[in-house]
């Protein structure tokens, strides 16, 4: 079975400080790996992914992850945030094997102070 | 490019009563998907599709039904609500190729 946990629930940080998301994962088989931002009111969109190759994915709006396979993580970083980024993120996992699984985990509010 | 589109966005039910939240997307997914929302649960999954007449439940079933009789269309159906269902819904299409989600807006529900 596949599982995915957030360590945190909630993250403050400071505008233009830096933030790491943590998001592990757990696996018998190979995944990829998925992560979704949602603001206020309205659907999850993908940040970014990792299917193969290079392990340090870019995503939309300056983020980054790295995929450890050793320490089954993926976790999300921004060097610099904006109070836009304010919303909540999710991890998500899905089999590679082209099944219906998708798990997602339980999601870590992001909120950027002024 | 409409994407996923969902239908109401909001709605109020009586306890008892029954209701049926629409999707449909425009990007030919085979794979669909309804999901539920709580307050720090993340997301639940209730039913899923992997085509056109073919449907199976996910996680949390119990109170809801499904149907696809299309590709485009996969329409959530409560029956007999209870306040253990509010919540906000999401319906979902999959691109099999790159494994990448696309969300309707979500359904908030409130069942008083």
């Known amino acids: 079975a596949q599982s995915v946990t957030q360590l945190d629930s909630q993250v403050p940080v400071f505008e233009e400080a830096p933030v790491e998301l943590r998001c592990n994962y757990s696996s018998s088989v190979s995944v990829y790996l998925f992560w979704y931002v949602q603001y206020p009111n309205q659907g999850l969109q993908l940040l970014l992914k990792y299917l193969s190759g290079s392990t340090l994915v870019k995503g939309i709006n300056g983020f980054e992850a790295e995929f450890n396979k050793s320490q089954t993580s993926f976790h999300l970083r921004k060097p610099s945030v904006h109070i836009s980024d304010t919303a909540e993120y999710f991890c998500?996992?899905?089999?590679?094997?082209?099944?219906?699984?998708?798990?997602f985990g339980t999601g870590t509010r992001l909120k950027v102070l002024a | 490019n409409a994407g996923v589109t969902q239908t109401p966005k909001f709605r109020i039910l009586k306890i008892g009563q029954s209701m049926t939240l629409q999707c449909a997307q425009d990007?030919?997914?085979?794979?669909m998907y309804w999901y539920r929302q709580d307050p720090g649960m993340g997301l639940k999954l209730i039913y899923y599709?992997?085509?056109?007449?073919?449907?199976d439940k996910g996680e949390v079933p119990n109170g809801y039904n499904v149907s696809r009789s299309t590709t485009e269309d996969f329409p959530l159906r409560l029956e007999l609500a209870a306040p253990s269902q509010t919540s906000v819904y999401f319906c979902?299409?999959?691109?099999?190729?790159?494994?990448?989600?696309?969300f309707g807006e979500g359904s908030r529900l409130t069942v008083l």
């Open positions: 990007m030919n997914h085979n794979y």
């Open positions: 998500a996992v899905s089999i590679r094997s082209g099944t219906y699984k998708y798990i």
């Open positions: 599709s992997v085509g056109a007449g073919i449907t």
């Open positions: 979902a299409s999959k691109n099999r190729d790159t494994g990448e989600l696309f």
